[in-house]
């Protein structure tokens, strides 16, 4: 058995399998102890380790996600978005010959945690998932660690690099989408937890809206939670109360709302796409499980993670100063979630 066989057992990236064999921190107790128990089963003897490293393998880059109770919750490393994200950078970081070491911390305390953190174990520079915190708690990390890379937010005013994908053009693609095939009556379902990735989406679904002199109706706005995948009673009740004035297509700020979306009309035997389209962002695993398929917006993860580590070994073997802003465009998926209004 290898290290690949026991983090594809656990469901974790390398890294967090060899950080728990070895000892370090950096994994959580519970995926530790599951990593062990996995090695003990499958009888796993590591290879004797090499004396002498080269200067890459001695560089330790850390990947830092800050949990919160609306969007990064401490279950983060389970969710579809999150989990392909640290898996693109794990490899990213492991093709080039670098150490990755993953930290999940309480954003109440990110300060003190990530001085623990580099006291414990000092890092060449950190991969930041961003995508909560505010631009404060930002600076205070870049002061600590000059060689940072936020990922999933932007503050476009703070000599930082950050790498995020075009949220304001996916909207307005997904709603593009729906206005071609003929929707007019289009709602908005939009997260309870707002974060900047949220609100520009919002921006670009309004300007394609705009564009096409189409206005959401008041009521055709609804809420619901952007991680909590169920029927959704709030917005159930919301619907029912709408009775005859239903809207043809919603757009959802994210694919697990979408998914919760779809439950709560099934549950009210309202057809989706044919009663009311509905169309996702983020193309997660699950958007192609739920039924119907989801129509949603991709994200390049894979070219964010790259593009993440290119960056930070930049910086750190060619000294380079510039500090960066980089969108990457998203892509519309269309499967079977979204009709045309007139397809009864």
Do not use: W
């Not at 880059?61 to 800050?66: D, L, S, T």
């Not at 937890?193 to 002199?213: A, L, P």
Request: proline share 3%; glycine share 4%.
């Amino acid at each position: 058995m290898k290290i690949d066989d026991i983090a594809r057992i656990a469901e974790v990236s390398k890294s967090a399998v060899s950080l728990a064999l070895n000892g370090k921190p950096g994994v959580s107790q519970e995926t530790r102890e599951r990593i062990l128990k996995i090695a003990e089963k499958h009888k796993y003897n590591p290879r004797p380790s090499s004396k002498i490293q080269n200067n890459k393998q001695s560089k330790i880059f850390r990947f830092v996600a800050c949990t919160h109770t609306g969007i990064i919750t401490e279950q983060y490393q389970s969710q579809s978005f999150f989990m392909e994200l640290i898996k693109n950078i794990d490899q990213s970081f492991t093709s080039k010959g670098y150490s990755l070491i993953i930290s999940s911390i309480n954003v109440d305390s990110l300060e003190q945690e990530i001085t623990n953190l580099e006291k414990q174990q000092s890092s060449s520079g950190i991969l930041m998932l961003g995508t909560n915190l505010t631009e404060g708690q930002i600076k205070s990390v870049a002061k600590l660690q000059p060689n940072l890379v936020v990922l999933d937010t932007c503050f476009e005013t703070l000599g930082i690099n950050f790498i995020v994908m075009n949220n304001v053009l996916g909207a307005y693609q997904a709603g593009e989408y729906l206005i071609e095939l003929g929707h007019k009556k289009i709602g908005y379902v939009e997260s309870t937890s707002r974060m900047y990735n949220f609100d520009m989406r919002k921006k670009g679904f309004q300007k394609v809206m705009t564009e096409n002199n189409l206005m959401f109706q008041p009521e055709h706005t609804f809420q619901t939670s952007p991680t909590d995948v169920s029927v959704q009673e709030a917005f159930k009740q919301s619907i029912l109360n709408l009775k005859g004035n239903l809207p043809t297509a919603l757009f959802c700020e994210c694919d697990y709302m979408a998914i919760s979306v779809i439950k709560t009309l099934n549950e009210l035997n309202i057809n989706v796409p044919h009663d009311i389209s509905v169309i996702g962002f983020d193309n997660i695993a699950e958007s192609q499980i739920i039924s119907p398929e989801l129509t949603t917006i991709h994200v390049k993860k894979d070219k964010i993670s790259s593009l993440a580590v290119e960056k930070l070994i930049r910086e750190i073997d060619h000294n380079e100063d510039d500090k960066m802003k980089i969108f990457v465009d998203t892509e519309l998926i269309i499967r079977k979630s979204c009709c045309s209004p007139n397809e009864k």
